[in-house]
DNA sequence: TCCCCTCACCCAATCGATTGGGTAAGGTGG
DNA sequence: CCACCTTACCCAATCGATTGGGTGAGGGGA
């Protein structure tokens, strides 16, 4: 059995007595940058203080080194809510980056509500964290200025805001791509179910395909832009109300968010119409569940995880002032089934 | 200008010298219960330090009372992964009672692999929370026992495993109620997409419905039920193989997940069938999409959100020493077009 | 031989909060 | 008047790691 599985952790004041050196020397044989290291102990002795913290298993106590430094390796992150897979899937990029910095992440839900990120993101600064990535930005989000102000480090993920670092999808593009393909496709009569007009991520993406739709010169009309709830609710009621006040009915319908479209899809079909035959439906984000539906449905698909790991990198700049520059990532175009 | 808006924390220290007492008194004022509250200051000094704590905004140091007390008030949970909508609702339910707590959650996938939840389990530990909770146990678990003698506080959720305390749905139940169901319905050839063998939450779902199935007097053959992943790709091969073996097709199949029910769906359509006319599909856990899917599906509900609550209850006993018994909650079947 | 330098360490303060053990002042009972 | 108790505090050690500043021994150069 190993010596690890005692009750009280090894400290460094074990090690050194057990070698009979000074603590101080320990430390910076196991922490310092090999210069200091170097200095503090002859290769011999760190040597064996490096074989006895093996032996005993000795880890560091975060909370004695974060108080004495100042850094905890912490960093916060606040999204909208995790049961949406985007940014469920963005957190696992987050997780993955911030190890390998040896920082631990944590998470809160904000309900993309902005009492709630404000309330959030104070206890996150209470448990110190060193830095906070937010997915939850509105673009009207009183927050962020006050945060600057405060000399919080701090970046956004999935979702941006003009005057700070973000890491997000090309959705303007992403827009864009849709437009093309089923202007392509011939339809010419479409509508949108936009997204929360409080997210950047549904303006770019509807900006993006209804510029690129009139540039290509097809028209769209009043109603056939509808802001709506994200998930699949959102999409059915969306759709809803398409169906009860287009004048002709569109022929193809693109929706901001896989989960949106799903909605859309089974309204659709309540509504008599077969997706992919009568009707064409694109989403966005390429979520593993769009390729496996019973009408596979077209999406754009985005670089979800190397979002996560952009955010952190960019707070990583950022902690360190170093210029830390928007990241925008390119998406591409799926076609499935449900466009084609 | 709030003050709090200064740079550098406010410590105990500050309130201290500012109102001329010691820090002791402070310390004892804003912390302890309240006896000992009581006998450390007048009533005058304690209504003073609390009014200039919350004037400075003054929030307490957890990395320096986590090193004096030995306690984080962190909490860490594993879960396979939370892009899988389950974990993430059990985890939003996680943190919102760990939040009640005063407790912060802490999150990290393991993907379902056992040597990397051991290193999280080790992360976690070396990060010195107070207590973990596994989302992820297999049947054949070496790290719990070995935990367990290590004196680390922990609990399970989701999946149990027999000796350990668990919160999770009453799995066998719910298989059961799937079983009455498609009885009743007239089918009398079932399959069963069985879902990981090594997750209790498969087997006992599985073992739920087979049992009942035959104490109905119904029979299920060898190849009715296969072992898949948990997601719509797994759920999709799984039907794929049923199709290709079956002597005679099912009329029926039960998948115990959601996710696997859509890519079940999602393989019949390609196989010719129509879902809800020719073939019955059941899901489990209800999640939000199953309502929402062009052919709603039939779903076990499955009280997501109170398992990680429960969860963290548990815990809460364990970590007390009060004797913690495993929590099976009740599920419901939602019969919806894919099975009615 | 003397001075200086390097090597390999040690010493002690420090981060912020907690907590067991005082202690001076004032009041009470006998 | 004195012993004793309560009230309202203060003092100092402590948790574990870090870090600026020593220091003694040994070696090399002038």
Same mark, same amino acid.
């Given at each position: 059995m190993n010596e690890s599985s005692r009750r009280r952790p090894v400290t460094i004041k074990d090690l050194a007595s057990e070698l009979g050196v000074h603590p101080s020397t320990v430390s910076r044989v196991l922490h310092s940058e090999a210069e200091v290291? =170097? +200095?503090a102990a002859s290769a011999e002795t760190a040597r064996k203080v490096r074989e006895l913290a093996r032996k005993l298993g000795y880890s560091p106590h975060p909370q004695a080194s974060g108080l004495r430094t100042g850094r905890t390796h912490l960093l916060g992150t606040i999204v909208p809510r995790l049961s949406d897979l985007v940014l469920a899937i963005m957190y696992e990029g987050v &997780? &993955? %980056?911030a190890a390998e910095l040896k920082y631990s992440a944590f998470v809160m839900n904000s309900r993309d509500d902005m009492e709630e990120q404000r309330r959030k993101t104070e206890i996150m600064l209470a448990r110190r964290v060193d830095g906070l990535i937010f997915g939850d930005v509105h673009l009207d989000c009183p927050l962020m200025p006050e945060l600057a102000r405060r000399g919080v480090p701090f970046v956004l993920m999935n979702? !941006?805001? =003009? @005057?700070f670092p973000s890491a997000t999808c090309d959705d303007v593009l992403g827009g864009q791509l849709v437009a093309d393909h089923l202007w392509d496709q011939g339809h010419r009569n479409v509508a949108v179910v936009a997204g929360e007009p409080y997210a950047s991520t549904a303006v770019d993406r509807t900006s993006g395909f209804v510029d690129r739709w009139r540039a290509l010169g097809g028209d769209? @009309?009043? @109603? %056939?832009?509808?802001? +709506?709830r994200f998930d699949t609710t959102g999409g059915r009621e969306a759709v809803a109300a398409i169906l009860r006040t287009a004048r002709v009915l569109p022929t193809a319908v693109f929706a901001v968010n896989d989960f949106a479209a799903i909605g859309a899809m089974g309204a659709l079909r309540s509504h008599g119409l077969t997706v992919g035959r009568d009707i064409a439906v694109v989403g966005f984000n390429d979520t593993p569940v769009a390729a496996q539906l019973p009408i596979p449905l077209s999406s754009v698909r985005s670089p979800m995880l190397e979002i996560g790991r952009a955010a952190v990198e960019l707070l =990583? !700049?950022?902690l360190n002032h170093e210029p830390a520059e928007s990241i925008r990532l390119k998406p591409v175009l799926q076609v499935r089934e449900s466009s084609a």
């Amino acid at each position: 059995m190993n010596e690890s599985s005692r009750r009280r952790p090894v400290t460094i004041k074990d090690l050194a007595s057990e070698l009979g050196v000074h603590p101080s020397t320990v430390s910076r044989v196991l922490h310092s940058e090999a210069e200091v290291a =170097r +200095s503090a102990a002859s290769a011999e002795t760190a040597r064996k203080v490096r074989e006895l913290a093996r032996k005993l298993g000795y880890s560091p106590h975060p909370q004695a080194s974060g108080l004495r430094t100042g850094r905890t390796h912490l960093l916060g992150t606040i999204v909208p809510r995790l049961s949406d897979l985007v940014l469920a899937i963005m957190y696992e990029g987050v &997780e &993955e %980056a911030a190890a390998e910095l040896k920082y631990s992440a944590f998470v809160m839900n904000s309900r993309d509500d902005m009492e709630e990120q404000r309330r959030k993101t104070e206890i996150m600064l209470a448990r110190r964290v060193d830095g906070l990535i937010f997915g939850d930005v509105h673009l009207d989000c009183p927050l962020m200025p006050e945060l600057a102000r405060r000399g919080v480090p701090f970046v956004l993920m999935n979702r !941006r805001l =003009r @005057g700070f670092p973000s890491a997000t999808c090309d959705d303007v593009l992403g827009g864009q791509l849709v437009a093309d393909h089923l202007w392509d496709q011939g339809h010419r009569n479409v509508a949108v179910v936009a997204g929360e007009p409080y997210a950047s991520t549904a303006v770019d993406r509807t900006s993006g395909f209804v510029d690129r739709w009139r540039a290509l010169g097809g028209d769209i @009309g009043q @109603g %056939a832009v509808v802001w +709506s709830r994200f998930d699949t609710t959102g999409g059915r009621e969306a759709v809803a109300a398409i169906l009860r006040t287009a004048r002709v009915l569109p022929t193809a319908v693109f929706a901001v968010n896989d989960f949106a479209a799903i909605g859309a899809m089974g309204a659709l079909r309540s509504h008599g119409l077969t997706v992919g035959r009568d009707i064409a439906v694109v989403g966005f984000n390429d979520t593993p569940v769009a390729a496996q539906l019973p009408i596979p449905l077209s999406s754009v698909r985005s670089p979800m995880l190397e979002i996560g790991r952009a955010a952190v990198e960019l707070l =990583r !700049r950022v902690l360190n002032h170093e210029p830390a520059e928007s990241i925008r990532l390119k998406p591409v175009l799926q076609v499935r089934e449900s466009s084609a």
